[in-house]
């Protein structure tokens, strides 16, 4: 049984993150977690990081507060403030 107002588990992103832009997105058993031009996709199941990717350059930032991601056909769409910028965040090592 879960308690009430804790948290579950944890897992360290393996970045220092000081303020994540965008909230994560969840997609089936997976979690895509972007913080400045980092990010990581998270198997909800397993509780692991199972890749690791960055924002290309020059579209780096995670834009303003107004920024948004989507994932559709296994790729991470991030609007920051040159435009939106496609990733393939299984393209990295883990």
């Known amino acids: 049984m879960q308690r009430e107002g804790g948290v579950p588990w944890q897992v360290p992103l393996g970045f220092a993150c000081d303020a994540v832009a965008l909230p994560p997105i969840v997609t089936g ?6 913080c400045d031009d980092s990010g990581v996709v998270v198997d909800l199941t397993r509780h ?3 890749s690791r990717f960055g924002l290309p350059s020059p579209a780096s930032q ?10 559709a056909g296994g790729l991470l769409y991030v609007q920051t403030q ?6 393939d ?3 990295g090592p883990v």
């Open 29 to 34: 058993r997976r979690a895509y977690v972007v």
């Open 89 to 91: 965040p299984y393209a």
């Open 82 to 87: 040159q435009g939106w910028v496609s990733v």
């Open 62 to 71: 995670a834009g303003s507060m107004n920024a948004g991601a989507i994932v």
């Open 48 to 50: 692991l990081v199972v």
